[in-house]
Structures are given as C-alpha cells and as structure tokens.
C-alpha cells in the first residue's frame, strides 16, 4: 500500500501555477481539464472557497487535488472552520477531485487531505466509481449513488456506422443533417478543423451559456451554476479548449460549443445558444455532439465524456452511462478545533 503522500495547499489567487503541476499532467495524461488557467480561473471565480493542494510523496509531486468549502463561511485563517469540504474537480462535472499516479494511491490521497484539512464537519467526495469506490471506504462513510456519467464510447470505423447502429434512434441525426446542411443561412466552424474565421470573445461565450442555465435551470431551490468571467476567459484563451460556432450569414452568433481536449477522452464542456424566440435554430445541440463524435472516430479517441446532464437526449445519442457515488467521510472528532471557553 502507498505510503507517506502529503499535500501541499496553493493560494489561486496568489500563487503562479504550483511547482511540477504541469508535469505531473503532462506525464499522466490528463488532458485540458487539469491545465492550471482552467483550474484557477474556476477557483477564482467561485464563491466558495477553493482548495487546490499537489500530492507529494517526498519531494516528487503524486497528485492533484481540488475543491470547496461549502457551508458556514466562518473563517479562522484561510478556510472555514466548519461546513463540508466538497472535493470535486473544478473544471468539470465528469472527474473527481482528487487524481494520483496510481489508481491504487487513491485511497492515501484521501487520508492526506484528511489529515491536512482541518476544523470541517466532513470531506465529501464527488464522482467517485465503482473501480475507486471500496478504496475510500476504509473509515466509516455515508455513500449516495449520484446521477450517472454520460460518454460516447467509439467503437466504430466510420461515422456511417456510428449513425447505423443508433437503429430507430438515428431518426432524428439525419434529418438534423438534412435540415442544418440546407440551411444556406448557417455557417458552421471549428477549431479541431482550423482557426474561427471570427473568434468567439469571452463575453459572447458567458452570455449565451448563462442563456441556457436560465432555460433549463427548473429547480428553484438549486443555484444557479452560471458560467462566470473567468472561467469563460479562460475558456476561450487556453490552448486545447476546442470551440465549435455557428453563426448567420451576418456573423450573428448564435451557438458555440466548448471541448476540453485529451489525447483519449475529450470532455465536452460549456453549450450555449440563443432562444428560438431571438433567432436560434433548433437541434444545434445534436449536431455539434454528433459532430463531435465524428472528430473521436476519425481521430481515433476512445470517445468523450459527455457529463450528467440532458441523459435522454445523450441516449438518443448512443451515449453510455457509467454509475458514480458521493462519498460523504466525517472528520474525526480529534481533527475539530475545540470549541473556544467563554472567559
């Protein structure tokens, strides 16, 4: 069993991207979903407050972690001294918070932060599946299975027979092709094919996002997750962010796409457009995930990820799910300050 990791805690609004943070990803493969200005620009832009530590064993760094403090905002020194550690990836839905080198150390990595973070009520950790799951076990834990992952799994030599083995489902991909192709008023670019002709601005991106959060954000006693400024910024200025736009003949934008790129498993990440109401077109969603499967085939990825949300439109897709729980660990009692006597 891995032994001896420790975490060494980084100040996102402060501090450089952290000693062998970029090496670590690069030797692990990690892809853009762990690139440092999509990790601080999320953590700046958060209202909790963030957590973002390396893993160490000895001098070499094992591990990345992030994450927020949720709950009481009290603070002594740099963090809250109660609510939930909420250990979860900053950049997307579909990763956990915590990464080692070895799948094995996963398991180390969580007594780490346990014995690194101090004074909270409990660590909670997101998206944890079904390979990883008995490794955070080991102390006593209240477990939730959450919404399933979503993925486009690529076992297909061509984009014909990915469209062919939707059987009754490819009813709506061609007509969606048919319609958006003769649209002589739509013009269709993407990064994975060459440069925008118009780039799309930080701005642009916020905006049209934020316009779905409000479409489809139906639950009024959950938050809002809108896009903020910066993680839209670095969004459209970190290099491996791929970007997808379809505009009108006058250069209207009217939906873009964004995907985190990896040399296995791209994420796809932000989807915004316009209301039909204010001059958007119907099924661009489908088409741009379509398009997108397409690009993993003919590139030879695994696939993507695709997150957690709108899973019957995914299904229609092809799309697989994968199950994923919450792990919820109290702090040992012994880790709690004690609480101050009156005087």
């Not at 972690?65 to 909420?86: E, N």
């Not at 486009?152 to 969606?176: C, I, K, M, Q, T």
């Not at 969603?285 to 030879?300: D, K, P, Q, V, Y």
Request: charged share 25%; with cysteine; proline share 6%.
């Amino acid at each position: 069993m891995h032994q001896g990791l420790t975490v060494r805690r980084h100040d996102p609004q402060r501090d450089v991207e952290p000693d062998g943070w970029a090496d670590f990803a690069d030797k692990n493969r990690l892809g853009v979903a762990w690139a440092w200005p999509l990790v601080r620009a999320a953590a700046a832009g958060g209202r909790q407050t963030a957590l973002i530590a390396t893993l160490h064993d000895g001098p070499d760094v094992a591990g990345l972690v992030t994450g927020r403090f949720i709950g009481p905002r009290v603070s002594r020194g740099r963090q809250p001294i109660a609510g939930i550690l909420d250990i979860d990836s900053l950049t997307t839905s579909c990763f956990p918070g915590i990464v080692t080198e070895r799948p094995e150390a996963f398991g180390d990595a969580v007594d780490a932060v346990l014995t690194e973070v101090r004074g909270i009520q409990g660590v909670l950790l997101r998206q944890i599946v079904a390979e990883t799951l008995p490794a955070v076990l080991r102390r006593p834990a209240v477990v939730r299975e959450g919404v399933p992952m979503a993925h486009f799994a690529n076992r297909f030599a061509d984009f014909d027979a990915y469209a062919h083995s939707l059987g009754r489902r490819r009813g709506p991909l061609r007509p969606v092709y048919n319609r958006l192709g003769r649209d002589t008023d739509l013009v269709v670019e993407s990064t994975m094919d060459g440069d925008l002709s118009i780039p799309v601005t930080a701005a642009d991106l916020r905006r049209l996002v934020n316009l779905v959060v409000d479409r489809h954000h139906t639950r009024r006693w959950l938050r809002k997750r809108y896009l903020s400024e910066a993680v839209a910024a670095a969004q459209v200025g970190t290099p491996g962010v791929h970007l997808r736009t379809y505009r009108d003949l006058a250069g209207r934008l009217l939906a873009v796409h964004t995907v985190l790129d990896h040399p296995d498993l791209p994420v796809s990440s932000a989807w915004g457009s316009l209301d039909l109401a204010d001059g958007g077109r119907k099924d661009l969603w489908f088409h741009s995930n379509a398009e997108l499967s397409r690009w993993c085939i003919e590139t030879g990825r695994r696939g993507f990820l695709s997150g957690q949300g709108s899973l019957a439109e995914k299904q229609r897709l092809g799309h697989e799910t994968t199950r994923q729980w919450q792990v919820l660990i109290p702090a040992s009692p012994r880790r709690r300050p004690a609480p101050e006597q009156p005087g």
